[in-house]
């Protein structure tokens, strides 16, 4: 049970509620019965699926009765016309959307909702139309489900599997463009950040892009992140992604560029453990970098330790962490 | 929260062996409504009566033959609760409730490795069950469940490989690991990634100081541990978080007594339980998320419990399997002298 707030009951108020729960307990366990044993004697009709409807409607997880819905569904289809079949999968989708707006986080319904889309007919006729109207308002229904919730994990990762699945392909760019426009909406969403990461990289990789291309991306990609450290540099997000974009081996400039800017935000917020922690990575990474050499690697490694000895007192619960950490700049 | 932690409650072990005990007796809506998490939950209620020392509060007979008839003939493996569709999340309850129950021998073992591999897909994925949905937890379960069986060796080393590079395929640049490849880093996906690459022997495909430095950064002011960046606290995070900075040897990165405190402040100290955060309803998962933290961090009283399995720490050595993790040192008392 994640987030109910514990209540006491009195004695009698707990009785009463034990009492009309009983009656929805009885009708619940009817209606269950009923499924289930339909379910063993493979009873496949169309009633049966009627009655797992209203089984799932009281209790949308129970992923026994899902698969029993599918397996009356692939019963039904091989005597069915290819547009009985959508059908019934517009329906099943309709319940799926219902469900999901009170059960937003439930693994069995999206993977339902998965089913259904990998089973569209090819249609009308010879066309494709079918599949493509599916899967296109799938994206409307994740947008509506990440205005609700912009962090659910579920909604993302079927989102990807959307992108990935649609008959006619999306330019990657628009994902780029939907995922700045959440990070406009709130820049500590790190969902959104985090799938820039992989767009941006998957981008890259279709163009086959030249180190030079991916600095030049690299550069605007900064000025954004900035922008988020700048209006709260307490905020884990901008720093994970701004760690993403320094990567292992930036290039000279980028890095020193980096480092003077964070220089920067520090003066301006010197309680921020966030400056220091990157400043202490950044200034570790500039220590091994290959044009640097023995003497100014030393320094640097000494100026790391000192940030991380800074750390040890700001941010006492990882203290042990920043020790350590303190300990490898030698 | 300085003045609160000195009144921080100690773990009331008789209340919530009670609680437990009492799982089955209170059989209101939300009690029926989640059947499909039965098995999963007398695993849990069992685990954390291990670790509170109190194994043989549940009657073993009545788990036995309850476990026995979530058997799923068609399946051929468990379910969770009878009538119920096999699965691999059920499975490794039923066998890790079999096992702790010594009783694994009343398992058709073969049937059920077999079912395991049914679920191995060629890249890799490992699925929940013949409706195919894939997620790093299927990839853990299957692991953890052949390594219980000692069936671990049926895996070829070419599927093995493939399994490990799926795996390593949903790691993400933060360190952490998410449910499918390009999935964001999730506490719980961790655990799973890490605890899995701990079983096939592969830990030096985790970045430790990178995926501790993430995992730390998980605990907030008030010593509870989120799941992702900026998300609210929650005491099943003490487990995913903890176990999986064990598995990589970098415990000693939070705040212990911060985080035990929040724990034990997230307790039901009227009817027992633990809840996902102080004053909320409890339930039998986060109590054994809560008790499992705590014995992780060294809590007083408490038996050792195996961070990658999830299980009683002494049953998983007794059986060979054993991987490298640290734990804290187990307190004498507590509040810790300070």
């Known amino acids: 049970m994640h987030g109910v707030k514990r209540l006491r009951l009195t004695p009698q108020a707990a009785e009463t509620k034990r009492l009309k729960e ?14 289930l044993s339909r379910k063993r004697v493979k009873d496949y009709s169309d009633e049966a699926l009627g009655r797992t409807t209203r089984l799932l409607d ?18 039904l289809f091989p005597s069915l016309s290819p547009e009985d079949i959508t059908s019934h999968l517009i329906s099943d989708l309709r319940l799926t959307t219902s469900y999901l707006l009170v059960h937003p986080k439930v693994y069995w319904i999206w993977n339902h909702r ?35 919730d912009a962090r659910n994990f579920h909604a ?47 981008i890259w990789a279709e163009r ?20 988020a450290l700048w209006t709260d540099p307490g905020d884990q997000s901008g720093w994970l992604y701004h760690r993403w974009l320094v990567g292992q081996e930036p290039p000279l400039d980028t890095l020193r560029r980096e480092i003077r800017n964070i220089q920067d935000l520090h003066e301006a917020e010197p309680e921020s453990k966030w400056c220091v922690n990157a400043l202490a990575h950044y200034t570790l990474l500039l220590a091994r970098h290959p044009s640097t050499g023995e003497d100014e690697a030393m320094r640097l490694r000494g100026e790391a330790k000192r940030l991380f000895t800074i750390l040890e007192k700001v941010d006492p619960h990882r203290r042990a962490r920043h020790r350590d950490m303190a300990a490898q700049c030698t | 929260m300085a003045s609160s932690s000195s009144v921080v409650p100690k773990l009331n072990i008789p209340l ?25 939950g007398i695993y849990w209620g069992l685990t954390a009566l291990c670790i509170m020392g109190q194994h043989s509060a549940l009657d073993r007979e009545g788990v036995i033959e309850y476990t026995i008839s979530c058997w799923d003939e068609e399946a051929g493996t468990f379910g969770p609760h009878p009538g119920h569709d096999g699965h691999i999340l059920a499975t490794l309850s039923a066998i890790q409730i079999m096992v702790i129950e010594d009783a694994l021998d009343r398992v058709d073992i073969e049937r059920v490795t077999k079912f395991l591999h049914s679920l191995i897909n060629p890249d890799g994925a490992v699925s929940g069950d013949q409706w195919g949905e894939s997620d790093t937890r299927f990839s853990y379960i299957l692991l953890q469940s052949l390594a219980l069986l000692g069936k671990l060796d049926t895996l070829s080393p070419e599927t093995r490989e493939n399994i490990t590079q799926n795996i390593k395929g949903c790691m993400n640049f933060d360190g952490g690991f998410g449910t499918t490849p390009g999935a964001e880093s999730h506490s719980g996906q961790v655990w799973v990634c890490t605890a899995a690459l701990s079983i096939l022997d592969r830990e030096d495909l985790i970045d430790k100081d990178l995926l501790g430095a993430w995992l730390s950064e998980r605990q907030l002011p008030n010593g509870g541990l989120n ?6 606290e929650d005491v099943c995070y003490s487990w995913w978080c903890a176990a999986s900075l064990s598995i990589i040897g970098r415990l000693h990165w939070i705040d212990r007594d911060k985080l035990i405190a929040f724990i034990l402040g997230a307790q039901d100290l009227e009817d027992g339980g633990i809840a996902d955060r102080p004053g909320d309803w409890v339930d039998v998962f986060h109590t054994v998320f809560g008790v499992a933290g705590l014995s992780l961090l060294g809590y007083p009283g408490l038996q050792d419990i195996d961070p990658v399995y999830c299980m009683p720490a002494g049953l998983i050595a007794s059986l060979g399997l054993r991987k490298p993790y640290i734990t804290l040192p187990r307190l004498s008392s507590y509040p810790p002298p300070s």
């Open chain 1, 22 to 35: 009983l009656s929805k307990i009885e009708s619940y366990l009817a209606i269950e019965q009923d499924v």
């Open chain 2, 16 to 40: 919530h062996v009670k609680y437990i005990q009492n799982l089955d007796k209170k059989q209101d809506l939300a009690y029926h409504l989640t059947s499909h998490l039965r098995l999963n």
């Open chain 2, 227 to 232: 799941g992702r960046p900026e998300k609210l």
């Open chain 1, 58 to 75: 009281l209790n949308p997880e129970f992923y026994t009765i899902w698969n029993y819905r599918r397996t009356i569904l692939l019963s």
């Open chain 1, 114 to 148: 998965k089913w259904c889309l990998e089973s569209v007919p090819h249609g009308p006729g010879e066309s494709q139309k079918w599949r493509e109207d599916f899967w296109k308002g799938e994206l409307k229904l994740i947008e509506k489900m990440l205005e609700a």
């Open chain 1, 208 to 227: 086959n892009a030249t180190p030079e291309e991916v600095k030049k991306a690299k550069d605007k990609e900064f000025e954004l992140v900035t922008q």
């Open chain 1, 156 to 202: 993302w990762d079927y989102r990807r599997y959307v992108l990935s699945s649609l008959p006619l392909a999306r330019p990657k760019t628009e994902e780029l463009k939907y995922t700045q426009t959440k990070i406009e909406a709130n820049f500590s969403n790190f969902s959104a950040w985090h799938c820039r990461t992989k767009v941006l990289s998957a």
